[in-house]
């Protein structure tokens, strides 16, 4: 059996999220749990607006959750530590016949940061194969859902930083993970970048996902930020991405095209220098939801571009708080494959 993993602008059944419970990336007042709740409320309620949404609760957050969301929206109870659905839950995948698989990467807390807990997160990705009717899929790999981007035609996007962290995969080589990349997601082309951008590298990090800098918006067409001030560093890192890129061919043999996300204005925050980006975002059936981050002109701007990149309306949700606890949208999402 042969599995393959769609791109995201493949038809979809629903989104999997996880909703926020009380721990450290809640923050430990009440108004950054408003700003936590508010944010991933925003996001499931607007995906709702475009196709299912499933959302994983802890028993101790229900109440708030049903508060928050649509009526739309299926509340499904499990313990969590935390609830970045796109790292904690499966990389869906489907086979020669249209049934669907779930891999199950092995996850330790995005290589055992001090703060993190991932007992029970470590378990989201088998019950979510469990409640989606999947065929489970064990990976010894630790990986995360972020750590990859794919085309569907056997290319993915992936970080040296990430799959060959020492703290993830200790006895990791290039050959071992590309030989689990293809049992599981069925890649036969890898593209290997040399990092992510600069805030993901500190202590909320994940060291380099992929997810954050650069995307597939079709088969041969990579979404990438752009960051063209020269104080911020992730000017030098998104050229050092781009010129490993230029130099790269997909499953297709294709030499790859760019289209340059402008990353906002805004270069700092009260913790150094932002990772505010348009490439993180969810591909959904008919739309795109996207960051933005209280900047109407780039905010505007990514839109037009995503929406002409991949021919669907865009709905923009200020993303600020996500990315402020270590991600974007992208990463607190998860889609699940049509099958058949």
Known sequence: MTWMMPPEWAPQDRVWMAFPRVGYTL???PASAEEAWGAWAAVANAAAGFEPVTMVVDPSAVDEARRRLSSEIELVEAPLDDFWMRDIGPSFVLDESGELGAVDWTFNGWGANAWSTWERDDRIASFV????????????LVNEGGGIHVDGEGTVLLTETVQLDPRRNPYATKERVEWELRRTIGAN???WLPRGLTRDYESAGT???VDMVATFARPGVVLLHWQDDPAHPDYAVVRQV??????ATDAAGRRLEFIELPAPATLTDDEGFVDWNYANHLVV???VIACGYGEPDADSRAAGILADAYGREVVTIDARPILERGGGIHCITQQQPAVG
């Open 27 to 29: 923050g430990d007042d």
């Open 129 to 140: 194969a469990a409640e989606a009717g999947a065929t489970h899929l064990p990976s010894p």
């Open 189 to 191: 082309r890898f593209i």
């Open 207 to 209: 060291r380099g996902h």
């Open 242 to 247: 781009r010129a490993t890129l230029e130099k």
């Open 285 to 287: 059936n008919g739309g």
